[in-house]
């Protein structure tokens, strides 16, 4: 009962404290509230069996508890006739529309994107009270010490609560000057569920749908910015890869391996349309932004009919442009794996080591996964299974260790 708790918890929250937030005006209280429901949850649901709508059940419980909280601080007595008088008149749906999903969530985003907060304030709190994220989780997607990310939490609460920063869709100019950051924590919540940092699932699809339909409201808000389609269109086409990611048994299956009639071929399609308005949009003359030039990378992989019939030169160049764009490492790792695509592994070879030696992907287990993989290719085993066993350790994802270990087991010459 306390995993099938956790589900619903994973899937609602992010909702929750939107929907609270909207009620009591301060995140710090809302999230509060939504904790109270979750215990009420636990403890209730193993007796009384799990609401139809679980949703509904913890935001009425949360509201109670709104109510009762409200009671007991005396300057909030014109909230409580205001929310008392609303939960009376207001007939509890079933579940919440769509729309009003999505307003509340897209509110919260923009309030824990507040340019008040520093960028990883601001990212860190939209990870945890949009994709419901544990600070661990978060703390391993960025590579920093946990209670490095609790502070930030905390701190960036207190901010919103002392700044009275409004809870709500900024406007004009503002809109434009912060759907920056915006971009970024929606890329990172789906980067999240696409590829899940910890525990023992290969992906975790709600995170993935939050980003998406997220990614699709901010579309409709923004329909001339050509970043906002270029996000789009990068979820939409990776979302499409979804169904063919694992095998019947739950394990991972990689990119060139899949089988690409799982497709999602109208999300691959809607991904297609929004790649052509970011590029419509796009000022003549004027470079691609990093989310367009992804959007471009996804949709050659999504043009392939088969593996073989891959772009990679295309993909390459694509990246080259990208990490001059961004300096990423993590992009410059990408670049590597595409040109060995291209060019061959020893190509590839000498990109990832000249990357190694900087020391800026120390402890990311993607880079002597890489580097295995590459020299399997080339025919020498034993430093492959050793790269192997290596990013097998870093990694906290239970069914990408496996796949790694594997990999690491293989005999000599067994090559993938």
Known sequence: ???????????????????????????????????????????????????????????????????????????????????????????????????DIEDDLLRLVFTACHP???????????????????????????????????????????????????????SGPELAAR???????????????????????WMRPGLCEDALRLARVLAGLMPREPEVHGLAALLEIQASRAAARTDAAGAPVLLLDQDRSRWDHLLIRRGFAALARAEALTPSGAAPGPYALQGAIAACHARALTADETDWAGIAELYGALAARTGSPVVELNRAVAVSMADGPAAGLVLVDALAATGALDGYHLLPSVRGDLLTRLGRDAEARDEFARAAALTRNGAERALLLARAARPSGAHH
């Not at 009620?23 to 193993?46: S, T």
């Not at 601001?122 to 945890?128: D, E, F």
């Not at 207190?158 to 869709?169: D, F, L, N, Q, S």
């Not at 924590?185 to 525990?199: D, K, M, R």
């Open 1 to 99: 009962m306390d995993r099938t708790v956790d589900a619903v918890w994973r899937i609602e929250s992010p909702r929750l404290i939107a929907g609270l937030t909207r009620l009591v005006h301060d995140i710090g209280v809302a999230e509060e509230l939504a904790q109270d429901a979750l215990v009420a949850a636990l403890e209730q649901w193993p007796k009384d069996g799990v609401p139809r709508n679980p949703g509904a059940w913890l935001m009425t419980t949360a509201k109670r508890r709104a109510i009762d909280l409200i009671r007991r601080n005396e300057t909030f007595a014109r909230k409580l006739q205001l929310l008392g008088h609303e939960l009376e008149i207001t007939p509890q749906p079933d579940q919440p529309t769509g729309e």
């Open 116 to 170: 008040v907060l520093s960028r990883e304030a601001r990212v860190a709190l939209t990870l945890r009270l949009i994709g419901g994220l544990t600070t661990d989780e978060i703390a391993r997607a960025f590579l920093v010490p946990e209670p490095t990310v609790a502070q930030r939490i905390v701190r960036a609460k207190r901010t919103i609560a002392k700044e009275r920063i409004p809870y709500e869709v900024p």
């Open 179 to 201: 759907l920056a950051s915006v971009l970024e924590v929606v890329y990172l919540v789906f980067n999240e569920g696409y590829s899940a940092t910890a525990g023992d699932d």
